[in-house]
Antibody, heavy 120, light 107 residues
Framework: QVQLQESGPGLVKPSETLSLTCTVS????????WTWIRQPPGKGLEWIGH???????NYDPSLMSRLSMSIDTSRSQFSLSLGSVTAADTAIYYC??????????????WGQGTLVTVSS | DIQMTQSPPSLSASVGDRVTITCRAS??????LNWYQQKPGKAPKVLIF???SLQSGVPPRFSGSGSGTDFTLSIISLQPEDFATYYC?????????FGQGTKLEIK
């Protein structure tokens, strides 16, 4: 069964870049889309964007100018980079597998989430 | 962008009850509607995809219905482990969007 684990700094200063990595184990990182979703403390879920190992990306338009995603198939990792962060970017960040196109474009496996706080 | 609106925001019920949560999309999304359950401190878990298909391993007391703009998630015979927050999510088009959540609490 595939497992995902987020890693990265828990504290980022305003205007700097938030960088997170998701390590995939127990399954292949190829042939799937990989997604980042965030959840501000006490609030709902926000889709950030997804990435395919072939290089196809799809980002939330509101974040697109600050966002990039990449993948390292040799390490079974994919990454998120969000620049010029503000307090509004404080959230639990989840990586997830999907959308799975054969089952309603769901996110079928998730990491445990990592809290990133933007503060000086 | 498609807006998803859930109701009610919170709901109190007892073990053994039947509950229904509704989700409305701001435009037609056919049956591209998924439901997730999230427990405190945990990642969401998919329950229903394609409006009415049960994800593998999910108990059959969960069911979904709807098409177009109006959808429902029903849970019959509530169990203690069902008390959680539930989110709908449209997968019709990007940016994918979630409802604001419905918190199901024990009465």
């Amino acid at each position: 069964q595939v497992q995902l684990q987020e890693s990265g700094p828990g504290l980022v200063k305003p205007s700097e870049t938030l960088s997170l990595t998701c390590t995939v184990s127990g399954g292949s990182i190829t042939n799937y889309y990989w997604t980042w979703i965030r959840q501000p403390p006490g609030k709902g879920l926000e889709w950030i964007g997804h990435f395919h190992y072939t290089g196809t990306t799809n980002y939330d338009p509101s974040l697109m100018s600050r966002l990039s995603m990449s993948i390292d198939t040799s390490r079974s990792q994919f990454s998120l980079s969000l620049g010029s962060v503000t307090a509004a970017d404080t959230a639990i960040y989840y990586c997830a597998r999907g959308p799975i196109t054969t089952t309603g474009y769901i996110f079928d496996s998730w990491g445990q989430g990592t809290l990133v706080t933007v503060s000086s | 962008d498609i807006q998803m609106t859930q109701s009610p925001p919170s709901l109190s019920a007892s073990v053994g009850d039947r509950v229904t949560i509704t989700c409305r999309a701001s435009q037609n999304i056919d049956n591209y509607l998924n439901w997730y359950q999230q427990k405190p401190g945990k990642a969401p878990k998919v329950l229903i995809f394609g409006s009415s298909s049960l994800q593998s391993g999910v108990p059959p007391r969960f069911s979904g219905s709807g098409s177009g703009t109006d959808f429902t998630l029903s849970i019959i015979s509530l169990q203690p482990e069902d008390f959680a927050t539930y989110y709908c999510q449209q997968s019709y088009t990007t940016p994918y969007s979630f409802g604001q959540g419905t918190k199901l609490e024990i009465k």
